[in-house]
């Protein structure tokens, strides 16, 4: 039984948790100021249920292609035994269940079908007869929703307030940035798999590009929202910068983005570290 939790611990990509518990729980504090129900059942969920059950399905149905990935096996990703994908797949499906009862229950009709479209495509991006992470492009797009998703979902819980939406906007860009320079690295992997992504179908060099030009609008679109955003903005181009070693990058060398992925990891908490302290300096409670 230890190493089932085990299985289901590191499957769940415990280094990757706080990429979708912060967004919603940022949201949510920031426009109501209260440590309610919704708040700690919300932050909860979107900390671990929710990445048991993303990761742990991507896990069972990327079985074949991720044995053949050098890189899976530690942090950047499980490598599931099929014994133990049952066990897997059934605390995938049965461990967010209460949460998601309990945020249905608390929430309104909005926030569920928000929740609903969030959890769809958590789900759609793996599963077997969907599959949106082979459609390319929208590979991306359902990457990124995976993370502004819980964000939205907030903003759903407190009225859609007009001034987040920028806020989205960028987070949006952000993670379909983050999504397709990912890609890059499996492009040799991927297609011995034949697996199609937006990197295996533009190819390293513009997929790179692509992702350079996603970050820059994401970083350009929060400074809108003044000093704090532009504070947020300037230290966003530190994934820019993690980019520019490999601006001639091509198929054959896409491989060695791995080690700007690796920084990639790092750069979110430091650059998360910058966004909390400016929300907390926007909302009143930190003075700087």
């Not at 504090?29 to 249920?49: K, R, V």
């Not at 009709?109 to 958590?122: G, I, K, M, Y």
């Not at 054959?252 to 910058?274: D, K, M, P, Q």
Request: charged share 10%; glycine share 8%.
């Amino acid at each position: 039984m230890k190493e089932k939790f085990k299985v289901l611990f590191t499957s769940s990509r415990p280094l990757s948790w706080v990429n979708t518990a912060f967004p919603f729980a940022a949201g949510y504090l920031y426009f109501t100021h209260s440590f309610d129900g919704l708040f700690i059942i919300g932050s909860l969920f979107f900390l671990i249920p929710y990445n048991v059950l993303m990761y742990g399905v991507n896990d069972i149905y990327d079985y074949e292609s991720d044995l053949r990935n050098p890189r899976k096996g530690g942090v950047e990703g499980a490598v599931v035994a099929k014994k133990y994908h049952r066990f897997l797949l059934f605390w995938s499906y049965s461990l967010p269940f209460p949460f998601v009862i309990s945020l249905l229950v608390l929430g309104n009709v909005v926030s569920a079908f928000t929740l609903a479209v969030c959890l769809f495509f958590v789900v759609a991006y793996s599963v077997k007869g969907l599959r949106f992470k082979e459609i390319p492009i929208l590979d991306s797009v359902t990457s990124s929703l995976h993370f502004t998703g819980p964000f939205v979902f907030a903003l759903s819980l407190v009225g859609w307030p007009s001034i987040a939406w920028p806020i989205v906007v960028s987070f949006f860009l952000w993670g379909i940035a983050s999504q397709s320079f990912g890609a890059i690295q499996d492009i040799k992997s991927d297609r011995t798999a034949q697996l199609r992504s937006v990197a295996t179908v533009l190819g390293a060099n513009a997929t790179l590009w692509f992702s350079l030009s996603s970050y820059l609008l994401a970083s350009l679109g929060i400074m809108f929202l003044g000093l704090y955003g532009i504070i947020v903005g300037i230290a966003g181009l530190a994934y820019i910068a993690n980019l520019f070693p490999y601006l001639h990058i091509t198929d054959t060398t896409s491989e060695t983005t791995n080690r700007a992925w690796n920084r990639f990891l790092w750069i979110n908490y430091l650059v998360g570290v910058v966004v909390t302290v400016c929300l907390l300096s926007s909302a009143g409670v930190l003075q700087v």
